[in-house]
């Protein structure tokens, strides 16, 4: 928010999908993947009903994915009208910030409970499943499998080259839509974040595995202003690859 690169300068000024907020997702309005600190100005700008949500899985503490403080704002005083509570899943760092930021409210309203790699949590409508990502050492960052109604999604941030142990689980697996971290752009490989040629290889593995159903599709998402890259120059590297080009704000159905 600080940033006066010429790129930053270049996407406030063209506007529109190279506004790139902090990163999250919305499953048929009630699960949620992360939630970061531009929640509000997400829930105003996209019209997004925050109190239908009843699952919020968080993949890590990095603070562009988890705002643990806004939490509050679910709690009695600030927010009124909700007939669920908020059920919070995530790795031991993520519990202890949320923790830290709300103590230990009723479970009627906000519960939070401590997931590990590869359990599976039943929302009731979801089966969802913790994944180990390549992401921090310092924290035990998890990618998440949603299976709901027949349909899948891997939701592929953040992380480099995905772990075998990953790879191993997802072998048996169908999926239809496969998100994945493409931060680091066209700049070389650096381990913890994927690149384009990163993607690429993660795709074409996903496909050549059977993994990614016919018709499956792919989506990259969280690019860092480093790179360079607008949002269109992005869908000209990947439109030919048939790999989607995140924007704020994107609706898509599988
Ligand atoms: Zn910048
Ligand atoms: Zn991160
Ligand atoms: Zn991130």
Redesign the pocket.
Known sequence: MF?R?P??AKARELGGKNIRTRSSAIIDDTLKIDFPPDTLHHVLRDRIDLGLVKDLFVTHTHSDHLRAEDLEMRLPVYAHGLDHPLRVYGHDAVVRKCREAVGRPGAEHISIRRILPFETVDTGTTLVTALPANHDPDETCLLYYIEKDGKSIFYGHDTGLLPEETWSWLASRKLDLAILDCTNGNLPFTGSHLNIEAVLAIRNRLNDAGILRNGGQTVVTHFS?NIGLLHDDLTAIFNPEYIIVAYDGMVISI
């Open positions: 940033c690169c790129h930053c202003h």
